[in-house]
Nanobody
Framework: LQLVESGGGLVQPGGSLRLSCTAS???????IGWFRQAPGKEREGISCISGTGGFINYADSVKGRFTISKDSATSTMYLQMNSLKADDTAVYYC?????????????????WGQGTQVTVSS
């Protein structure tokens, strides 16, 4: 499985961005998620959809502002980011794992995109 991301960039505080991640095969049989890593910090899970049951979770830091979604027809996952803050500045990664893995934790994910930079600054 290969994952290719797009959509990062520079945005002002309060603005919006949508990240895309296109897979080389169907994502219907994987757990999928978005992670981010800020300079000097660990990579953290911010939103995931479990492959079994389709449960969606969000980190508290993004709840109510970010939305994860998936388009099965195009094997693409998205992360819609609204009301962006300076603290959201990071490299964002999409990832996938076997469907029985339910946690949104870095160690549970096997397949990773290349990462895309998101910078929130005025």
């Amino acid at each position: 499985l290969q994952l290719v991301e797009s959509g990062g960039g520079l945005v002002q505080p309060g603005g919006s961005l949508r990240l895309s991640c296109t897979a080389s095969e169907s994502l219907d049989y994987y757990s999928i998620g978005w992670f981010r890593q800020a300079p000097g910090k660990e990579r953290e899970g911010i939103s995931c959809i479990s492959g079994t049951g389709g449960f969606i979770n969000y980190a508290d830091s993004v709840k109510g502002r970010f939305t994860i979604s998936k388009d099965s027809a195009t094997s693409t996952m998205y992360l819609q980011m609204n009301s962006l803050k300076a603290d959201d500045t990071a490299v964002y990664y999409c990832a996938a794992s076997p469907p029985w893995r339910q946690r949104c934790e870095r160690d549970d994910y096997d397949y990773w995109g290349q990462g895309t930079q998101v910078t929130v600054s005025s």
